[in-house]
């Protein structure tokens, strides 16, 4: 089901660039990375990280401030904890519900299919909880991002397991 929903998010991005042609890179990974061949502004593979990595440390830090400057109402998130929008993430955060107390972020990857959406994965190495209960130590990451008004926000956020297929059952 989350991985429909996110489907169905990623399906919307493409339609919303049809008839645009994307650029011979599409798949962008830390080199190759050439925004001079975009004629919309194209965020960095670092500005993105980095983003990510102060959402994370706002989770840890139990800063829900933070984290609402990083995320808007309007996100959607799909994770181990159920489907919730950016203000119930960030509500999670300052009421104490769920927890990070480590984290490590690697495995960065940015795909473009098409000028104004982008899809960020990358994995997550965390010990962090839910109303008690552990969540999974590795999780995969993919984040939508969209250009709005030459602004890139993110709208969607997905954490599952490393390699669905591969835990999944017939």
């Not at 950016?86 to 473009?112: A, M, P, W």
């Amino acid at each position: 089901m989350r991985f429909a929903l996110f489907l169905l998010i990623f399906a919307l991005a493409l339609l919303s660039g049809y008839g645009q042609n994307p650029p011979p890179d599409a798949r962008v990974g830390i080199e190759g990375y050439d925004a001079t061949r975009l004629s919309t502004p194209q965020p960095s593979l670092r500005s993105l990280v980095e983003k990510q990595a102060r959402l994370w440390q706002a989770r840890k830090d139990g800063d829900a401030r933070s984290a609402g400057k990083i995320v808007s109402g309007a996100l959607t998130v799909t994770s181990f904890t159920g489907a919730y929008n950016g203000k119930q993430l960030v509500n999670q955060i300052e009421t104490g519900t769920c927890r990070v107390s480590s984290f490590k972020l690697k495995n960065f990857d940015v795909k473009k299919p098409n000028q104004t959406s982008l899809v960020l994965t990358y994995t997550a190495i965390q010990n962090a909880a839910c109303a008690g209960k552990s969540l999974p130590h590795e999780v995969r990451v993919e984040v939508a991002y969209f250009n709005v008004a030459g602004n890139w926000t993110m709208s969607y956020y997905l954490e599952e397991l490393p390699n669905p297929l591969k835990n999944s059952k017939p």
